[in-house]
C-alpha cells in the first residue's frame, strides 16, 4: 500500500493567514493526488486533483502543487469558512489511502 | 445533477453481517469510465477506502479488509451495495459513496459523495 503522510496534524491560524499543508506518498504518485476539505458531520469535498487543478467552483486562495512524492496545499488569506480538516488522497494505486488529515483550526 | 445517497441499518451487533446501499442520480453505472466506492470515517479519525466497483464489474478491495467485503452493482435500479461480514465494534463508522471517474481530468479522485450514514456497531 501507498503510505500518505499529512504534516502538519493541525495547525492554528488567523483569518488572512497563509497556511500550507504538505502529504508525503511513500512511492511515487505522479501528479495522481486530490485534496479534500471536510467540515464537522459533512462528507469531504473535492478542492484540487491532479496534485494542482482546482476543482470548478473552489476559491482561487486554495493552490496545490507537487509531484512524484511531495505535495502541498497552500490557503492564503485564510477565510472563516476554511475552519475545517483537509486530506490528500492518492488515485495511483489501489488500494487508495488517504493521509491521517490536517485539522485548521482557528488561533 | 449528480447525487448519492447511503441506506442501510444504524445499529448492527457485534458478528452480524452489514448491508448498505448506495442509491444514486444522474449518471450510469453502465457509463465507460465511471466507478463508485465506499469509505468510512469511524468517529474522530480519518478516511479509510473500503471498495470499488466499475462500470465493467472490475471490483477492487482494501487488503485489511477484502475478506470480509463484497460489493455489488445493480444498474437498473442505480444502486451499489456493499457488504461486510463479521461486524465488530471498531467498524463503527460513518460510510460514504462516492463517485469516481476513471478517464478524464478527474480521473481516479472521488468527485461526488453521499452524506453519510453512521452505523455503529454494539450488542
Known amino acids: 500500500d501507498i503510505q500518505m503522510t499529512q504534516s502538519p496534524s493541525s495547525v492554528s491560524a488567523s483569518v488572512g493567514d497563509t497556511v500550507t499543508i504538505t502529504c508525503r506518498a511513500s512511492?511515487?504518485?505522479?501528479?495522481?493526488l486530490a485534496w479534500y476539505q471536510q467540515k464537522p458531520g459533512k462528507a469531504p469535498k473535492l478542492l484540487i486533483y491532479?496534485?494542482?487543478t482546482l476543482q470548478s467552483g473552489v476559491p482561487s486562495r486554495f493552490s496545490g502543487s507537487g509531484s512524484g512524492t511531495d505535495f502541498s496545499l497552500t490557503i492564503t488569506s485564510l477565510q472563516p469558512e476554511d475552519f475545517a480538516t483537509y486530506y490528500c488522497q492518492q488515485g495511483s494505486n489501489f488500494p487508495r489511502t488517504f493521509g491521517q488529515g490536517t485539522k485548521v483550526e482557528i488561533k | 445533477q449528480i447525487t448519492l445517497k447511503e441506506s442501510g441499518p444504524t445499529l448492527v451487533k457485534p458478528t452480524q453481517t452489514l448491508t448498505l446501499t448506495c442509491s444514486f442520480s444522474g449518471f450510469s453505472l453502465t457509463t465507460t469510465g465511471v466507478a463508485v466506492g465506499w469509505i468510512r470515517q469511524p468517529p474522530g479519525k480519518a478516511l479509510e477506502w473500503l471498495a470499488l466497483?466499475?462500470?465493467?464489474?472490475?471490483?477492487r478491495y482494501s487488503p485489511s479488509l477484502n475478506n470480509r467485503l463484497t460489493i455489488t452493482k445493480d444498474t437498473s435500479k442505480n444502486q451499489v451495495v456493499l457488504t461486510m461480514t463479521n461486524v465488530d465494534p471498531t467498524d463503527t463508522a460513518t460510510y460514504y459513496c462516492?463517485?469516481?471517474?476513471?478517464?478524464?481530468?478527474?480521473?481516479?479522485?472521488?468527485?461526488?459523495w453521499g452524506q453519510g450514514i453512521l452505523v455503529t456497531v454494539s450488542s
Open positions: 491532479a496534485a494542482s
Open positions: 462516492a463517485r469516481q471517474p476513471t478517464v478524464g481530468a478527474t480521473a481516479k479522485v472521488f468527485e461526488y
Open positions: 512511492q511515487g504518485i505522479s501528479s495522481r
Open positions: 466497483i466499475h462500470w465493467d464489474d472490475d471490483d
